[in-house]
């Protein structure tokens, strides 16, 4: 099975900052990658997903953004954090069964 | 694009109980249905799932049933223990879809002894 590696686990930063959150993946090769937002006590809202190196798709128009430089990597970024960017990221992986694999997360607060 | 909703938001039950949460979704081309245990401050992880050429199935205590006339879908977790306290997430994946996944609002499960 597939491993996601997220990083890293928490991360306290203050408005205006920038944002990178990385997550590799090992296990599969050419996997479908995911950046999923979870506010506190909701359900997960998917912001970027990638079929490919360079290829990236938004779900809703944001503050972040997301790329894939290697194919087991996904980073999600941000030039100038807002309050509203707190939350609990989750990277996810699919690669060839139905299955999709989750990383630990990252908790974000922006003060 | 796919919705689904999910129902309740928060489920109490007692000790050796049974627990069912009830899920809907909109686009007759999801052809997958799985279903997601997250535990406080932890990833989610897949508990159950099913495709659209199956109406049932178990494994162990869960269980999952779909109607894809009625575009509903449910989790039943039968003989329920402390452990199972969790937050549980059904989703849904269209075909085509690149295998994104819709998920519902989760449902807050609490056993008690």
């Known amino acids: 099975s597939q491993t996601i590696h997220q990083w890293p686990a928490t991360l306290v930063q203050p408005v205006g900052s920038p944002l990178s959150l990385e997550c590799t993946v090992e296990?599969?090769?050419?996997?479908?990658l995911y950046w999923y937002r979870q506010a506190a006590g909701r359900g997960l809202q998917l912001l970027f997903y990638s079929v490919g190196i360079g290829q990236i798709s938004s779900e809703v128009p944001q503050n972040l953004s997301a790329s894939r430089p290697q194919d087991r990597q996904f980073i999600l970024s941000s030039k100038k954090l807002l309050l509203s960017d707190s939350g609990f990221y989750l990277c996810?992986?699919?690669?060839?069964?139905?299955?999709?694999?989750f990383g630990q997360g990252t908790r974000l607060t922006v003060v | 694009g796919e919705n689904v909703e999910q129902h309740p938001s928060t489920l109490s039950v007692q000790e050796g109980d049974s627990a069912v949460i009830k899920c809907t979704y909109s686009d007759s081309a999801s052809n997958y249905f799985p279903w997601y245990k997250q535990e406080l401050g932890k990833r989610p992880q897949l508990i159950i799932d099913?495709?659209?050429?199956?109406g049932e199935k178990k494994d162990q205590r869960i269980a999952v049933t779909l109607n894809k006339t009625a575009k509903h879908f449910s989790l039943h977790i039968t003989e329920t223990q402390p452990e199972d306290s969790a937050v549980y997430f059904c989703a849904a994946r269209p075909t085509d879809s690149w295998g994104k996944l819709q998920f519902g609002a989760g449902t807050q499960v609490v056993v008690t002894p």
């Open positions: 099913i495709r659209s050429n199956v």
């Open positions: 296990g599969t090769s050419n996997p479908n």
């Open positions: 996810a992986s699919k690669g060839y069964t139905d299955e999709a694999f």
